[in-house]
């Protein structure tokens, strides 16, 4: 059974730019979530995909947006980049029966 | 929505002493409640968890314990060994598992 894998490890973007981030979801699990960690703090809600669909948005604009596809890998796509979404991007993926959430490793964003 | 509060964000122990980690939520509907550790470059690595309909839940030498009605909840890690060393997040979601994290709390055990 393979984990959460998240892609790139490391990206440098500068401000007004366009990034998409990737993630796999663990064998078995249908439901991705994203989380943005700054430095310093505790993971904060992005949004959550459940059967290709968003299932649920925290407090980020829209310029912050996402996909699963039919095989639960999921995108995050950041459009206008400004320097403080410079963090680190986390994929987590639960299923419905086991309803624990695995992390990715996680996506570094520098903006500069 | 949900906020959670975690404390100390520091915390020293000698090395087989035991570690607490105090958390608080501000939402009654919550009923799961994860922590997880976090080593320097990589994601959070879920450790234990509980819910609501439990109060307390051991697995070796971690344990936690939940308070409903005063709205927390705590990690107890005991016999510290200095692979303890890392930073450990609270959470709490309404299983939906659309989680809200506390702030960390680095732990160091000395040698």
């Known amino acids: 059974e393979t984990g959460v894998t998240q892609s790139p490890t490391h990206l440098i973007k500068t401000r007004g730019q366009q990034v998409t981030l990737r993630c796999s979801s663990q064998?078995?699990?249908?439901?991705v979530s994203w989380y943005q960690q700054a430095l310093g703090q505790g993971p904060q809600f992005i949004f959550q995909?459940?059967?290709?669909?968003?299932?649920g948005r925290g407090n980020f604009p829209p310029r912050f947006s996402g996909l699963q596809f039919p095989n639960y890998s999921s995108e995050l796509n950041v459009n206008a980049l400004e320097l403080d979404d410079s963090a680190l991007y986390l994929c987590?993926?639960?299923?419905?029966?086991?309803?624990?959430?695995?992390f990715g490793q996680g996506t570094r964003l520098t903006v500069v | 929505g949900e906020n959670v509060e975690q404390h100390p964000s520091t915390l020293s122990v000698q090395e087989g002493d035991s570690a607490v980690i105090k958390c608080t939520y501000s939402?009654?509907?919550?009923?799961?409640f994860p922590w997880y550790k976090q080593e320097l470059g990589k994601g959070p690595q879920l450790i234990i968890d509980?819910?609501?309909?439990?109060g307390e839940k051991k697995d070796q030498r971690i344990a936690v314990t939940l308070n409903k009605t005063a709205k927390h909840f705590s990690l107890h890690i005991t016999e510290t060994q200095p692979e303890d060393s890392a930073v450990y997040f609270c959470?709490?979601?309404?299983?939906?598992?659309?989680?809200?994290f506390g702030a960390g709390t680095t732990v160091t055990v000395r040698a």
């Open positions: 939402d009654s509907a919550s009923n799961y």
């Open positions: 959470a709490a979601s309404r299983g939906d598992y659309k989680l809200s």
């Open positions: 987590a993926s639960s299923a419905v029966v086991n309803t624990e959430a695995f």
């Open positions: 995909y459940y059967r290709e669909e968003e299932n």
């Open positions: 509980i819910r609501s309909n439990v």
């Open positions: 064998s078995g699990h249908n439901t």
